[in-house]
């Protein structure tokens, strides 16, 4: 790699549009995507908030804002949910944490701001395909906001869109697949330049294993990207094409609604939706573990001042994961009567994919012995995200077995298994990243006092929530039921842990205010970073430029790259981390 900032002339200052804006700078990107994420995890969150008070006292008028609706309003007449809204906002609340939260955070906002620092690049391959992403992405978002003030209100068929429900579903229903083609084609511009920028790009030196964890993972999650979403886009226009142009690729024949037969050709399949979107669905879930467990393994390496335990083995585990994600995609579908062959196929590939998984986390175990550890806020976010994302992962063994699938299909056990994937996991992780990097970004580091009440407090209060829904859903408690289970005899020995799970969520609501203070606290009056290197790392985003690094290119001077990424406390170094450009031990 040649190091050219010639196509970036900053001998003019560029416009504040040019360079806040429509920027090319894979640095401000990746400020962009992390903010509007976050603005819409934010969003998202409220969502849930609305529907666990509608589970904890069903029928009752919002709190605080419920008397600002009048009795003709469609959605909360008087304050009070009405079904279809609730279906909503289940919809929405998930197509907006993973779509446009969780996964643009973690791949489009951490992959273009660290990425091309770690691996020694000036930029991404193609800025400007960057820059296009991005607004991609936003226009996507709008969209899908715009749909809630739409007749009928936003899309109310589950995040997940089946049909034939979705085929005849309200026009926020379109405007959902709209947002979705936007949200896929993001993807898709950002995975590409990812792959791109890695295999080509790396600084002199920065042999495949010499590339830090978080780069592998991001590397993996840009092929599980580039190989499935276009799966889903596809099936978007499909079903668009139903819902607009009349055709029937998802309608079987004789569907009737309302009473009335729908006029259409018939002979489609609801089946062939299911398994274009979780072709898609299940690598998208590696989508978001892998990035985080390349965060928490940055972390773990930096605070326990030792090497990552099994390095090798952890790189080889994610190929072999990234692999099978793509044939594991039925077990969700086993109560479609798919047959003991299939169903024992797809049984097996599920429990081999937990092997790789185990490793990883693991060796991230193995890498806390013996280490002299430095618990910060990053640090114990790393940590709690180890035992929440084993959680996550053992309640899901029964749910890969057909004959365990029967019992908790679609109950809350599935709703706390995937949740503790993702909120205590994946949203712990990102946690950790935000933490970790905020004086690369910003060269101030955020108030560890405040971190460390955002960790425990939300350690706690995230388990109040989902804890208990494993609870409800072994015995037999059905998702997505507007009064959480009230008319169920079967559900009443377990529907006090409504209210329990409510409070806990309005509570971790309240956890979250010491982390935006301190977000926004720390950029303007944060403690200034001791150095460009706080943390004493090893990787070239801490050694070989400022914090916040320059503008365009990065580095003052093209990085060499002489040593492995985790080379901490060495025998006869003088100091307990060796960076990777540093050609001699001191």
């Known amino acids: ?23 090319t700078d894979h640095k401000v990107i990746g400020i962009q995507y992390s903010i509007t994420a976050l603005l819409f995890m934010l969003f998202g969150f409220s969502l849930m908030m609305m529907m666990r008070w509608q589970l904890a006292y069903p029928e009752q008028p919002l709190p605080f804002i419920g008397k600002f609706f009048s009795e003709d309003n469609p959605f909360l007449p008087g304050g009070v949910l009405v079904p279809e809204f609730y279906n909503s906002l289940g919809a929405m609340h998930g197509t907006i ?23 020694g690049a000036p930029d991404m391959a193609f800025p400007k395909l960057n820059m296009a992403s991005y607004w991609v992405y936003f226009i996507g978002g709008v969209v899908m906001l715009y749909s809630f003030i739409l007749p009928g209100g936003a899309a109310n068929s589950g995040w997940t869109s089946y049909p034939p429900l979705a085929d005849v579903a309200t026009v926020g229903q ?24 890695v295999i080509q790009l790396r ?6 294993m010499r590339l830090p ?17 276009p799966a889903l886009e596809a099936a978007g226009f499909l079903q668009l094409m139903d819902r607009l142009a009349g055709t029937s690729f998802f309608l079987p024949t004789g569907l009737v609604v309302s009473g009335e037969k729908i006029a259409a050709s018939g002979g489609g399949s609801p089946l062939l939706w299911q398994h274009l979107f979780w072709f898609l669905a299940h690598p998208e879930v590696y989508v978001l573990i892998l990035p985080a467990l390349g965060i928490v393994a940055e972390i773990i390496a930096n605070n326990t001042r030792k090497p990552l335990w099994g390095y090798k083995s952890m790189v080889y585990s994610l190929f072999f994961l990234g692999f099978m994600s793509f044939i594991v995609w039925a077990h969700h579908m086993y109560m479609t009567g798919m047959g003991n062959v299939i169903s024992s196929f797809f049984q097996i590939t599920t429990m081999i994919i937990s092997v790789p998984s185990v490793i990883i986390l693991s060796c991230l175990f193995l890498s806390l012995w013996g280490g002299s550890i430095r618990f910060n806020t990053p640090m114990l976010f790393a940590l709690g995200f180890l035992p929440m994302f084993g959680i996550g992962g053992l309640t899901g063994l029964p ?20 949740h ?24 101030r580091m955020m108030h560890e006092g405040l971190g460390k009440i955002h960790f425990w407090f939300s350690m706690v209060f995230m388990n109040g929530i989902f804890m208990p829904m494993l609870i409800q859903g072994l015995a037999g408690v059905s998702r997505r039921l507007y009064d959480g289970g009230l008319t169920y005899a079967h559900a009443a020995p377990v529907l006090h842990w409504n209210k329990v799970m409510s409070y806990s969520a309005f509570a971790l609501g309240i956890a979250q205010i010491p982390f935006i203070i301190n977000f926004f606290w720390s950029i303007y009056a944060g ?7 706080p943390w004493d790392a090893t990787t070239l985003e801490w050694t070989a430029t400022s914090s916040p690094p320059l503008a365009h290119g990065n580095f003052e001077q093209e990085p060499e790259v002489f040593r492995g990424p985790y080379e901490y406390s060495l025998p006869g170094a003088s100091k307990d981390f060796t960076p990777q450009n540093q050609r001699e031990i001191v």
């Open 420 to 443: 503790y994937v993702v909120a205590p996991g994946t949203i712990f992780a990102l946690f950790a990243g935000i933490y970790y990097w905020f004086p690369k970004v910003t060269g």
């Open 527 to 533: 403690k200034k970073a001791s150095s460009n290197n």
């Open 213 to 229: 964890f978080f780069v592998w993972a991001q590397f993996i999650t840009g092929f599980l990207l580039l190989l499935a979403f």
């Open 203 to 208: 600084a002199k030196g920065m042999t495949w």
């Open 97 to 119: 944490m993973v779509f446009l939260g969780i996964v643009p955070l973690a791949v489009g906002g951490f992959v273009n701001y660290v990425m091309p620092l770690q691996i």
């Open 174 to 197: 379109t405007y959902w697949l709209f947002g979705m083609i936007f949200l896929i084609f993001s993807s898709l511009l950002g995975a590409l330049n990812t792959l791109v920028t």
């Open 1 to 23: 790699m040649q190091l050219n900032t010639s196509a970036h002339d900053n001998s003019h200052e560029l416009p504040f549009w040019r360079k806040y804006i429509f920027s």
């Open 399 to 418: 749910l890969g077995l057909s004959t365990a699938n029967i019992h908790l299909h679609d109950t809350y056990y599935v709703i706390g298994h995937f």
